[in-house]
């Protein structure tokens, strides 16, 4: 029996390729990102696609797989495949979800920390030499410990954040759609609040919502204004949440 | 009844000054930090001091104030004050001890996430416009959560910063010249280790003791090579703790 084709359009980390090669014929080394022009050139005889958040599949390239079945999604996020038309050529596309949560937790927090105290500021005026001693003034941060976090989109990314800020006695406030069951609100130490009290409230607002058409451009020169002056904002979701052209 | 004259020998960040001076003859403006030969210059007529802890205060520094009662240091440590030697003379010295505690435990905290999820390489990557989309294996970081954290000196600030590790579930281990009571341990979580153990154990290693002659170069070349291979270590007390020229 043939074995059918696998594209791997993306870089693939520590993968097992003679196993992977057990079942598929393999088109690419999985080494680099393939460019769009090549994704199309090889996917008209592939049944599957390997490929990351940074590669369009957009109604063109899906077009270009004529026998294409699956897509395997290397990360969480997928928007930027067009799943309604993959799904009416009757293409399964899949994902990470979960993997990457705690992962992503930790990175939002070190986000947090590293705007409230500078340490990007910091670490490049050491690497500069430019430090002589101790001022009580130089790269003066914010206080990150006891202060209001605002989660907005939490789900389990923003729940994780909101665990690891109760280790710095936060308050945390949040806004989804619609609210966390009650009993998980207090498990987590979760208090709802809409979208303007939070956005008025908090020292230091984390976005982690997905990217769907109803949070594309959620925060706009409108949202920023409402915002403390001394606000930290921290973006883990998708970019085009935030209108930066504002 | 003449005032007594007190020298602002460092830089002062919000200080009421008009305050300070219905009590003081105030010598400096509090606006910079004075090199020591202007210390010297001016101590002989103080009988009060503000200094910060980039100031070293040495014996020829006390002896050049006859009249001088108070050393007040703006800071937690005091090992740049020849203390044994002010105490002699009878001169008081006070710090500020507690006040920075939860401030200092941020910033240790920030620096582990930092320094595992390499957020100092990835900003300047990034200002530099070197970023084209993702790749898992771009800036590929060592998780936080979950893993072992060895904190050597576990006294407020090393307390302070277990709590914030139970909110990314780390297993935290400790050494101090003698153990915490069992109930802080437990209410903490944290488990006692021998000093060579902590080292081949944990993942990441904080160092907050405070630097006496016992702990000067407590790390040497012997113990970074008992560390993991893969083992971040973050400082956030003296420099001289670690001997880095071995």
């Known amino acids: 029996m043939n074995k059918p084709s696998l594209l791997l359009a993306c ?23 393939m460019e769009r022009d090549e994704m199309v050139a090889l996917l008209p005889n592939c049944q599957a696609m390997i490929c990351n958040t940074s590669q ?26 067009d ?24 990175l939002g ?9 500078r340490v990007g500021e910091g670490d490049r005026y050491c690497r500069e030499g430019k430090f002589t001693g101790f001022e009580a003034s130089l790269f003066l941060g914010q206080q990150v410990y006891g202060r209001t ?25 949040y806004h989804n759609r619609k609210p966390l069951e ?3 609100e207090q498990e987590r ?5 809409d979208f303007n009290s939070l956005l008025e409230i908090s020292d230091i607002i984390l976005i982690s919502t997905p990217l769907t058409p109803e949070t ?10 409402r915002m403390k002056r001394s606000s930290v904002l921290v973006n883990i979701s998708r970019g085009p949440v935030v209108k930066e052209a504002d």
Request: proline fraction near 5%; include cysteine.
């Open 11 to 33: 870089p693939l980390p520590n993968i097992d390729l003679p196993e992977l090669a057990r079942s598929f014929t393999l088109i690419g080394a999985g080494d680099r990102r």
């Open 56 to 81: 369009p599949v957009d109604r063109a390239v899906l077009d270009a797989g004529p026998i294409l079945r699956i897509i395997s999604n290397f990360g969480v996020g997928y928007n930027h495949i």
């Open 83 to 106: 799943i309604a038309y993959a799904a009416q050529k009757g293409i399964a596309v899949t994902n990470t979800p979960d993997i990457l949560t705690d992962a992503t937790a930790d």
């Open 109 to 117: 927090f070190a986000l947090i920390l590293a705007t409230c105290r």
């Open 149 to 173: 976090l605002g989660i907005v989109g939490c789900g389990r990314i923003g729940q994780a954040v909101a665990r690891r800020a109760s280790g710095f006695s936060m308050k945390c406030l």
């Open 182 to 184: 009650k009993s998980l």
């Open 189 to 193: 130490g979760l208090q709802y609040a």
């Open 216 to 225: 594309r451009h959620l925060f706009t020169l409108e949202q920023f204004q």
